[in-house]
């Protein structure tokens, strides 16, 4: 791949402040809806910021490591960045479609990267009913919440919640409950990218409960719709030697 126009993006701290600096005096820049790809210093929740900035002009974007949690990151390096950009590798992504409705009835519509997320607002446990492809596969769900995750977003918020780590490309999405009560042995599964998801919360007015797609948040939801977006394509460049695919093998071995 070949980049003649490259944007510089940083994230709010010191260390990335300074690293757009000095790329810039090394290297120039231009403005990122000029670019042909994005240069983004910070940590993973920076470059997600920045993946939901170019959804519309779809920019590869080239992340390295000036934050404190770097898995969809390239190592910190200032020689060479024509070179590195030229021998990236490039990993796809598709996000995930939230519609949401809540209890005035009104629709929401959001994307995400990583997942979708119920969580409930109160006290009170969440009692959700699951739907897979118009099929009800968990009448009730009694939990703090669930999630469908990405490949992507599954070394994210679905790891944490001991849900299962997903290659990219496996065609699969990750539904992981949190903190789930009843049933109390169903630890989540594996649904086909394909797959069409509904969440109908039970007593909404009482249980209420949250939706998310990533930074978008609607409370006190009725209803929710989950389902990959493919019309929208999102890239990702890493370094040949520590590319996406490897660092999702590399998470499942390391203690």
């Known amino acids: ?14 260390e990335a402040q300074d690293a757009r ?3 810039e005096e090394r290297y120039g820049a231009v403005a990122p809806k000029d670019a042909d790809v994005i240069v983004a210093l910070g940590g993973d929740g920076f470059v997600l910021h920045s993946l939901h900035e170019v959804m519309d002009s779809r920019i590869p974007i080239y992340g390295m490591n000036r934050g404190s949690v770097g898995f969809l990151m390239n190592a910190y390096e200032e020689n060479d960045l024509p070179a590195r950009l030229a021998a990236a590798q ?13 209890t005035q009835g009104t629709k929401h519509q959001a994307l995400a990267v990583n997942e979708v997320a119920l969580l409930r607002q109160t006290q009170q446990a969440a009692k959700i009913k699951v739907l897979v492809d118009g099929v009800a596969r968990l009448r009730e769900l009694i939990c703090d919440g669930i999630m469908v995750s990405t490949p992507a977003g599954s070394t994210a918020y ?3 919640a001991a ?3 997903i290659p990219m ?20 599964a ?4 394909k797959a069409a998801v509904e969440f ?8 209420k409960v949250s939706a998310s797609a990533d930074f978008h948040e609607v409370r006190n939801v009725t209803r929710v719709a989950v389902s990959e977006d493919r019309s929208v394509t999102l890239t990702l460049l890493f370094d040949p030697e520590h590319n996406l695919e490897e660092r999702v093998l590399k998470e499942q071995f390391e203690p």
């Open 1 to 14: 791949m070949s980049f003649d126009k490259i944007a510089i993006v940083a994230a709010d701290v010191p």
């Open 21 to 23: 600096q000095s790329l």
């Open 90 to 102: 490039a990993a796809q992504l598709h996000p995930l479609r939230m519609t949401a409705w809540d």
């Open 158 to 160: 679905n790891l944490s």
């Open 163 to 165: 849900g299962p780590i």
């Open 169 to 188: 490309g496996a065609g699969v999405l990750a539904m992981t409950p949190i903190s789930a009560f009843r049933p109390r042995r169903w630890r989540g």
């Open 190 to 193: 594996l649904l086909p990218h």
């Open 200 to 207: 109908h919360v039970n007593d909404p007015e009482f249980r």
